[in-house]
């Protein structure tokens, strides 16, 4: 059975850093792509960013910008994102998924074949 499970959310002002984890089980950690998306209240799903399982990390328009890093230890089934200088916009559920995809769509949701729970972070002004 698969499961992705986040950590790391939380309270924080602006101005902090966070590092979400996600642990995959169940499944061949690395022979799947990785990625992270958010959901704030109201708005849709958005790609955050995802390490491809053939190598290399794609970013979107938000986490281009440099405050954002995904990273991945395959020997510990672990994806993480780190995301720093938080502002109150960056307040959302965030989501780790996992994809058999190498290449192609990964910057939507529908390209990913499972999904953690979410691990909610709050930044204050």
């Known amino acids: 059975q698969v499961q992705l499970v986040e950590s790391g959310g939380g309270s924080v002002q602006a101005g902090d850093s966070l590092t979400l984890s996600c642990i995959g089980s169940?499944?061949?950690?690395?022979?799947?792509?990785m990625g992270w998306f958010r959901q704030a209240p109201g708005k849709e799903r958005e790609f955050v960013a995802t390490s491809r399982r053939i190598g290399g990390n794609v970013y979107s328009s938000i986490s281009v910008s440099g405050r954002f890093t995904i990273s991945r230890y395959n020997a510990k089934n672990t994806v993480y994102l780190e995301i720093g200088d938080l502002t109150p916009e960056d307040t959302a559920v965030y989501y780790c998924?996992?994809?058999?995809?190498?290449?192609?769509?990964?910057?939507?949701?529908?390209?990913?074949?499972?999904w953690g729970r979410g691990t909610q972070v709050t930044v204050s002004s």
């Open positions: 998924a996992a994809s058999e995809r190498g290449d192609g769509d990964l910057r939507t949701w529908n390209g990913y074949n499972y």
């Open positions: 169940g499944y061949t950690f690395s022979r799947y792509t």
